[in-house]
């Protein structure tokens, strides 16, 4: 596996995809994993958003053990983080759910673990219309923000409100940075 796994977890809306795309423009020595999903694309996503596949193509996958983590979100679409097919020595970005979170932290228990959030569940509602959610979906995700919200209360996230792009990406570069360091000053296994 890479050096260091970055897991990005956040309700819908709250702007994840756009942080991590610029922390990830930022520090080339992240890499951010391209997760699968069943759902379709959104109108004006880019194609390369995600791989979108059936379920039964996932289901197949669950099967080959091809995942990292995986999830079937609100009982009707699939996501899944890939296990890595090459170790490149960079980080690995996912930007996955609380339950996601979890799943990594079983097989990787240094990940730093970042929650982000909106500045107000307002926010987050404009923002799910603004990326053209119909109101059922926007209910939905409400609905599953304020649950992921409580589920990460359990877990050793640091959190990060995203009022400003560029400011809550250099918070969470600072975040890796710490990290890094205390990876690179641990002491070495006498194995």
Known sequence: ?????????GPGGVGKGTVVAELVRNDDQLTLSRSWTTRRP?????????????????LAAIQAGMFLEWNHFLGSNYY????PDVDDGRDLVL???VNGARQILD???????VFIDAPSVEHQRERLIGRGDTSEQVANRMAAGASERELAE?????YVINDDIAR???EIAARIADRRAQVDGAAPDPC
């Open 80 to 83: 899944g983080s890939p296990v």
């Open 154 to 158: 359990a877990l050793p996230y640091t």
């Open 1 to 9: 596996m890479t050096q260091l796994v970055i897991v990005i977890s």
């Open 107 to 113: 097989v990787e228990p240094n990940a730093l673990l």
């Open 168 to 170: 809550a990406a250099a």
């Open 42 to 58: 959104r109108p004006g996503e880019h194609p390369e958003a995600y791989v979108f596949v059936n379920d039964e193509q996932f």
């Open 95 to 97: 930007e996955i759910d």
